[in-house]
């Protein structure tokens, strides 16, 4: 929230966007379960028709909504939908669950990415974006956060 106003967003904007964000723009929920329905339909050799996948799609945009932001959220959710659809093996999200742990690092870093992108947009739509101040942070001109260390890439250890 702090680089987010440092980057010239309005602190109003950033305070309600980015924690509505994280309950309803779970894009990487969304791609998650898309992505995870692809895979079980291709590993059990079931195909789906394309009503079959809109209806899936259309269900998965709900079901990503509104959801707790932990991890394995979105493995639970995937098994709610195909449970309520009968169009896959529900079996076949147990061929997800070993890499389950890696794949939350990806939703986890594509929903910061999307809520950040969200803040900057509503920023600039309702006029309350300061250019001069993203330009600043951008070029590493702002002051760091306080009780922050700054450290330079020479002074990095490697």
Not at 7 to 24: I, K, M, N, R
Not at 79 to 103: M, Y
Not at 143 to 150: E, H, L, N
Request: proline content about 4%; some cysteine.
């Amino acid at each position: 929230m702090t680089r987010l106003e440092q980057a010239g967003c309005d602190e109003a904007v950033v305070g309600f966007v980015l924690p509505a964000g994280y309950s309803f723009n779970i894009d990487g929920a969304c791609l998650y379960m898309a992505c995870g329905v692809g895979f079980i339909s291709q590993a059990t050799d079931t195909p789906l028709s394309l009503s079959q996948q809109l209806a899936l799609l259309a269900v998965m945009l709900l079901t990503s909504k509104g959801g707790a932001g932990a991890a394995g959220g979105a493995l639970v959710k995937l098994a709610a939908t195909l449970q309520s659809s009968h169009a896959l093996p529900l079996s076949g999200v147990g061929l997800l669950f070993g890499i389950d742990r890696v794949l939350a690092i990806a939703t986890s870093t594509t929903n910061v990415i999307g809520n950040s992108v969200a803040v900057l947009v509503l920023s600039k739509w309702e006029r309350m974006f300061d250019q001069q101040k993203f330009d600043a942070y951008m070029s590493g001109r702002h002051a760091p956060p306080a009780g922050s260390v700054a450290v330079r890439a020479s002074e990095h250890p490697h």
